[in-house]
């Protein structure tokens, strides 16, 4: 079945610099990788995803890559602000199920 | 009801009790599926199921059950709770399970057995 590694597990970056998080996945049958943020005692939501047939995908200040040969993807997130403080996820979806990364928590300092 | 609810939003459960985590959506989505959260462990697949009458095993399927008599409801059953079970539990629901897309998950029912 699908295997999903992310890393770092940890991230601090000073407010205002970019933070990059990256994710391999196992199964070459992957199609859909999406990522989710969580913020303490809340529910996961999805901020981006992106699909096989697409490299790159950009929504303001978040952008994700996909390169569908190494079987990676990342998270770039730009200029950060403080509440982009939260536990981000990565996932990829094949055969019916949409298997999780560990989570990446990231803290943006002052 | 709006959206996806889950119930109870806590309980503690002495081991070996059996115990059902109730999941209802009015989306009419066709997919709906179950994590648990643990802390370093990420959101970890219990079961799902594509549409109504069908489910599967996720990554963690032992010692939970489930059903889906119809396409709102997606309820989870612990028959013999054990002390690792104690978690966070999620139930997600999405459109299409054929082309994938945004999960919507409830607001979490947080377990403890003793």
């Known amino acids: 079945g699908e295997n999903v590694e992310q890393h770092p597990s940890t991230l601090s970056v000073q407010e205002g610099d970019s933070a990059v998080i990256k994710c391999t996945y196992s199964?070459?049958?992957?199609?859909?990788f999406p990522w989710y943020k969580q913020e303490l005692g809340k529910r996961p939501q999805l901020i981006i995803d992106?699909?096989?047939?697409?490299g790159e995908k950009k929504d303001q200040r978040i952008a994700v890559t996909l390169n569908k040969t190494a079987k990676h993807f990342s998270l770039h997130i730009t200029e950060t602000q403080p509440e982009d403080s939260a536990v981000y996820f990565c996932a990829a979806s094949a055969d019916d199920k949409i298997i999780f990364g560990k989570g990446t928590r990231l803290h943006i300092l002052p | 009801i709006a959206g996806i609810t889950q119930a109870p939003t806590s309980q503690i459960l002495a081991a070996g009790r059996r115990m059902t985590l109730r999941c209802t959506q009015d989306?009419?989505?066709?997919?709906m599926y179950w994590y648990r959260q643990d802390l370093g462990l990420g959101l970890r697949l219990i079961h799902y199921s594509n549409t109504a009458g069908t489910t599967g095993k996720g990554e963690v399927p032992d010692g939970y059950s489930v059903s889906r008599a119809n396409t709102d409801d997606f309820p989870l059953t612990l028959a013999s709770a054990v002390p690792s079970q104690t978690s966070v539990y999620f139930c997600?629901?999405?459109?299409?399970?054929?082309?994938?897309?945004?999960?919507?998950f409830g607001e979490g029912s947080r377990l403890t057995v003793l």
């Open positions: 989306m009419r989505h066709n997919a």
């Open positions: 992106i699909r096989s047939n697409v």
């Open positions: 997600a629901s999405s459109l299409s399970a054929a082309y994938a897309g945004e999960l919507f």
């Open positions: 199964d070459s049958a992957s199609n859909y």
